[in-house]
């Protein structure tokens, strides 16, 4: 009844004149295939040209294996990494290795102690420390803990990495995360759920891992249940991930694969800087590069959060070159990312291998010199923004951008 | 009817601010202006094709926000005019909280980057949705009282953004995904583009075609449907016709800038002071009050760039502050009560 008394052709016009100026106006903007380039797994190309120390790949699964705690990759990838930087010194290229002979040592060292360990060839584990958490709360339980509960990313990564067994819960996003292999985190069978304390408190975790944004009620609860909350708030920087790494390990009794999970991360970020300074001479010297994240606008990170503190490392966004205050990013409008004049971008996408394209198809980043140059890329957001250990990656994804294919990977 | 003295001043005014936003919004800007100048004569000679600030950002970003703000106002008016309430408005009924929900599935499924026209069909279709659900759930034996009407527009409003309060609160971990909800929802006005402007303009032009034709008929409404049926208005026709008018102008609205509330709750009511309740005045009026209001606000928002606002939710601050001081006013609380 409603309908009958409208006037189709007048309607008809209407919608006509919108899909008419729809089609004129996007008839042009087309879908163009774009190359998009993603570090993969590729041969070694020739090196000599850029620098006289024969370099060895670096492969990334390797690296991401290593990160979800398999001590045998570790150890292949410890002693890779030492010969390359005593190549480099014998070469000239570096004055002195950033991770130091004996420091590689104590990691071969420690990673043959957890493998024999895990092996079940010596029985001996190493003593619980009992552990004042980031609020200065101390730990004190009656007997050393065995079951944990996560409730952040950082700690779930880290007790994954150092003791998936002892897990009894996941925090509902992690699974979602492709920081590990799903089979491993299949056999952590629940997920943390706000309505599910009750499931949570019958599977007796001895020690719940909170956060400061961990609600209150929460905390209280997990008291209540007789379940010691233990606070780790420090994951603001590399720096303070290592130390959380260290201090989880001591809660869990995993002080040895823990330390090893730290001068693995270290090892790891000096191996990749060092490889920098070896291909330096690859580099471009007029550089403009962007490190950038794309939401519903584009902006920048500033060394406030991590991936902000990657770029710092990596001179990225040098640029923009301001005074940030207490923000975590800086908004780039077009007109600023034009006058910026970048001759590499690299943006942190959710999903990037799809989302690069669609980007791409603006026409400010068409016009852009990193697009002439083919200079525009994509990492995973996972992990450039995933504050635990697999920051390495994230600085690894960031390298084999920034160095010519062939020299990292 | 003609204008007063003191009407035309006012009209003058406003057209001086905005023609000094426009001018503002052209001219401020990061890039040095003679760069800009040479750009855009280069680009119209033919000798350069390159990203122009003034062609491709500032233009697009200038008819994005007129028609923005004209299309909110618009609607207000039409809204409160039909439904004969000082208190209607697409948000009341409802409109932006349908449009809204509509949109969201967009970015959760990631299809805003591939397939952008999608939004405002969506939020047009969202708004259009909202607005006959609440016409069909506020009939009584075919008969629609308008404060029935008015209250199942609340209700209605209250369950979508329920509903999108749901849907944030399952994806709360989702924080990139969180990021882009929040700043569309928040409104914005950067990175304006052709596109944005394409995407608006035939649902804004269309809209306010179909409302200005339906003028007299509003005029006539005013006196109370059952007299302007009298008076030979189909009021079926006019309402459905004018409800297609304020979808589309919703719409138009969502997909070039986003959430936008109180514009078409508060303007009107200006309007309506300075040029009194007949349509022929009152649209254009709504128009140039509209589109002044929001250019002007957002070169304000990039002369003093606050991290904390963004073109809606400075609006909105701004449009219950207004609302409260209205209020206050004796008078104006007998109008709007």
Known sequence: MLFSSLRPLTYLAA??????????????????????????????????????CPLHPFMRDEWHKALTGDVPTMMKLLAEWQVEAELLQDKGIIKTASFSPSLFLRAQELARRVLARERGWHEAHPPYAWQTDDGGAQLSLPAPPSRFLPQTELSAAILLTLCHSKLVALPARMRELPLFPPEMLARVPFDIDRYNSESLCALKPDVAF??????????????????????????NSLEEILQSIYKIGQVVGEIEKAELLALFVQAGVAALEQ???????????????????????????????????????????????????????????????????????????????????????????????????KQIFAVEEAFQTSPTHFLLLAYYDLVALILPKGLLI | MTLSRAQCLITLFLLGILLLAAIGTFIAGPTEWSLVRAGAIARFQGTSTAWNPLLDERLPRLLVLICSGASLTLAGIVTQSLFQNPLASPMSLGLTAGSSLCVLPLFLLGSHLSFPMLIPMTAFLGSLGTLLLVYTLAQDKGYVRLSTLLLTGLALSTVLSAIQ??????????????????????????????????????????????????RHALNLLAAGEEEAFYLGVDVQRVR?????????????????????????????????KWVGHQHEWLFPAGLLLGATTLTTLDLGLRAIPLHAFSIGTLSSLLGGVFFLFLLSDKQDRELLC
């Open chain 1, 15 to 52: 919608v006509g004149f919108i899909f008419t100026w729809w089609t004129l106006a996007f008839s042009s903007w087309q879908h163009a295939p774009v190359k998009v380039d993603i570090p993969a797994d590729t041969a070694l190309e020739r090196y000599q040209d850029v620098t006289p």
């Open chain 2, 240 to 272: 459905l016709k004018l409800f297609l008018c304020i979808s589309l102008l919703v719409g138009g609205a969502m997909a070039g800038i986003g959430m936008i509330g109180f514009f078409s709750l508060i303007l009107p009511h200006f309007v309506r």
């Open chain 2, 165 to 214: 309060g749901t849907v944030f609160y399952a994806f709360r971990e989702e924080w990139s995904l969180m990021q882009i909800l929040t700043e569309w929802s928040a409104g914005s006005t950067l990175d304006r583009t052709w596109q944005h402007a394409h995407l608006q303009l035939p649902l804004t032009l269309v809209g306010l075609v179909g409302c200005w034709s339906e």
């Open chain 1, 275 to 373: 490889r920098l300074m070896a291909c330096a001479p690859a580099l471009p010297t007029e550089h403009h590069p962007l490190y950038l994240e794309a939401f519903a606008t584009l902006s920048a990170p500033t060394k406030r959060s991590l991936s902000g503190q990657l770029a710092l490392r990596l001179h990225l966004n040098e640029a923009l070159d301001e005074e940030t205050g207490n923000a975590w990013s800086i908004p780039l409008n077009q007109e600023r990312l034009h006058n910026l004049k970048p001759t590499w971008i690299v943006f942190s996408l959710r999903d990037c291998k799809k989302n690069l394209p669609l980007l791409l198809e603006h026409p400010l980043l068409k016009e852009t010199p990193a697009a002439t140059l």
């Open chain 1, 210 to 235: 909170i956060a400061h944004y961990t609600q209150p009620s929460t905390v209280q609860t997990l008291r209540q249940q007789q379940i010691t909350p233990f606070l780790i708030t420090r994951l």
